[in-house]
């Protein structure tokens, strides 16, 4: 009689048991932890931006001033062309990129500021097409996440009632 060697199957078994332990680890950390991770992963490449663009309060710096006169175009159809109202386009992107960001951080309103942040993410990347699989790419899978999760379990629309979905 022949001897059959089952330490193969026994090794791919046990394997399996550990991959699905590990799984399962993975899936028991509670969903309010990544969701409060995302909320300030796109807050603060925005908020740091953002700082950029004032001198003081509601003082546009000169340097936001000439990028959105001289510099910025937005790249249409494999055209450029000029920001319409560029500073008024300068003061919404400061005022947004100060106030979304906070917003998220706090998880007030999650949904409508990542949707601001998508929007926001949507203009830059018409503005610098390069971009997009480094930074424009992620901010909008992010952005995306957050509309559509919401904020979760630590936020303040969680603790004042505006959570559409539970988290």
């Not at 699905?20 to 028991?28: H, L, N, Q, V």
């Not at 908020?47 to 936001?64: E, H, M, P, Q, V």
């Not at 949904?111 to 203009?123: P, W």
Request: positive net charge.
């Amino acid at each position: 009689m022949t001897e059959i060697n089952h330490a193969p199957m026994a090794h791919k078994a046990g394997l399996g048991c550990a991959i699905r332990r590990i799984e399962a680890t993975i899936a028991a950390i509670p969903e309010a932890l990544p969701l409060l991770a995302l909320r300030f992963a796109i807050a603060v490449p925005f908020f740091k931006s953002g700082l950029t663009k004032w001198d003081g309060f509601l003082t546009l710096s000169n340097g936001a001033r000439y990028l959105f006169t001289q510099e910025f175009s937005l790249h249409i159809f494999g055209n450029q062309y000029a920001y319409p109202a560029p500073i008024l386009m300068a003061t919404l992107a400061g005022i947004g990129e100060i106030v979304l960001p906070i917003l998220l951080v706090l998880g007030l309103g999650t949904r409508f500021a990542a949707i601001g942040i998508l929007l926001m993410t949507a203009v830059i990347q018409l503005t610098v097409p390069e971009g997009w699989a480094n930074f424009h790419l992620p901010w909008a899978a992010m952005a995306l996440a957050l509309a559509v999760y919401g904020g979760g379990q630590l936020s303040l629309d969680r603790l004042v009632g505006l959570s559409a979905r539970k988290s």
